[in-house]
């Protein structure tokens, strides 16, 4: 395993929330879908965010992002070991954080996350459609920093629909504000395309991209922008064990 600079693990985390029942954060009729609206406080979020931005691991550049992964490389699978990504130690803040999320029961123990995927955003970039494949345990927990986005999601492609209308029509999306925990898991992840649509400037207007579950919840309307800035989006996975 690959060490990691040691100013990682240096990372000051404020005390994560209390929550007792993570269905009073279910979004809509998707039962598979949770929103914590304010997961870090303000000052996490800027020592995490300013940390990974000066960091010292080399960022991969990839199609509108950047991206660092941390813990098991899959196999196979959308990020493997031959795109040069190489098993590395979790450092002890973001332990901290799978702590938590066994803890409220994000995840089971025997799901605990062993893969943290790092994205870093321009206010214009975003992530093509796609799903996170057989490589993972059916459940992603996404924690957003400096930026509110929309994130869309769409029908999983069969072949019949490689060249069709539903390879471009997004069924629903969510507002992922800055600081929030996004966890999706079963048919949501199995049965849908994920991804951040990538736009000329920096605005996303809310009613572009399928019925916005959350759009209520935050008070706004179809016709109402997100204005992105600089964001970064940590991701925990499980890899299956037949992968690792």
């Known amino acids: 395993e690959e060490p990691i600079p040691e100013a990682h693990d240096m990372v000051e985390i404020e005390p994560l929330p209390t929550i007792k029942d993570m269905k009073e954060f279910i979004l809509t009729e998707y039962s598979n879908i949770f929103l914590i609206p304010f997961y870090v406080g303000i000052q996490t979020e800027i020592n995490l965010f300013t940390a990974l931005k000066n960091t010292d691991v080399k960022w991969k550049i990839l199609s509108g992002r950047q991206s660092i992964v941390l813990g098991t490389v899959p196999r196979s699978g959308m990020v493997r070991n031959d795109d040069g990504y190489r098993n590395s ?121 399928g019925s916005c579950l959350n759009a209520d919840i935050l008070n706004k309307k179809e016709t109402d922008s997100i204005i992105r800035g600089d964001r970064i989006s940590i991701t925990f996975r499980k890899v299956k064990a037949e992968y690792e």
């Open 89 to 209: 130690l979790i450092p002890r803040w973001l332990n901290e954080f799978i702590d938590h999320l066994v803890q409220i029961q994000v995840f089971d123990i025997d799901c605990r996350p062993n893969n943290i995927l790092i994205n870093k955003y321009n206010p214009t970039e975003g992530i093509l459609h796609h799903t996170d494949g057989p490589s993972y345990h059916d459940k992603v927990a996404v924690l957003s920093l400096g930026s509110d986005c929309i994130m869309s999601f769409r029908h999983k492609l069969n072949s019949d629909d490689i060249s069709g209308l539903n390879s471009v029509t997004d069924v629903f999306s969510v507002i992922l504000p800055s600081r929030s925990l996004f966890c999706f898991s079963n048919d949501v992840y199995t049965k849908f395309m994920h991804g951040i649509i990538a736009e000329p400037t920096a605005r996303q207007v809310v009613g572009d991209y």
